[in-house]
């Protein structure tokens, strides 16, 4: 079982960065691919980043080069660095762990993740 706490939402001007990170609770976290999505307003939940348990990583098209996932299995934390932020990346952020263990591939379906935190609140003013 993994239990995810996502934090580091908050409200913040156009251009700006934030950090958010995820403490996750459990043994298998090291082993599995993390990802974070994201839910707007009246959207559905979106794809924005994965990682795998050895550091591949795949990136939304909106969101390359200007997010960045890491993580830290010493800490069981995955961070996801974000700059150059814009309104429309005003949304509801969750981090998840997906179903598979040592797996090679970022997955980018939220089918694919068994386990989701939460969820924290970005807002970009312009």
């Known amino acids: 079982q993994v239990q995810l706490v996502e934090s580091g939402g908050q409200l913040v001007q156009a251009g700006g960065s934030l950090r958010l990170s995820c403490a996750a609770s459990?043994?298998?976290?090291?082993?599995?691919?993390m990802g974070w999505f994201r839910q707007a307003p009246g959207k559905e939940r979106e794809f924005v980043v994965a990682i795998t348990w050895i550091g591949g990583t795949y990136y939304a098209d909106s969101v390359k080069g200007r997010f960045t996932i890491s993580r830290d299995n010493a800490k069981n934390t995955v961070y996801l660095q974000m700059n150059s932020l814009k309104p429309e990346d005003t949304a509801v952020y969750y981090c998840?762990?997906?179903?598979?263990?040592?797996?090679?591939?970022?997955?980018?379906?939220?089918?694919?993740?068994?386990?989701w935190g939460q969820g924290t609140q970005v807002t970009v003013s312009s």
């Open positions: 998840a762990a997906a179903y598979s263990e040592y797996d090679r591939v970022p997955r980018s379906r939220a089918s694919e993740y068994l386990h």
């Open positions: 459990g043994r298998t976290f090291s082993r599995r691919v």
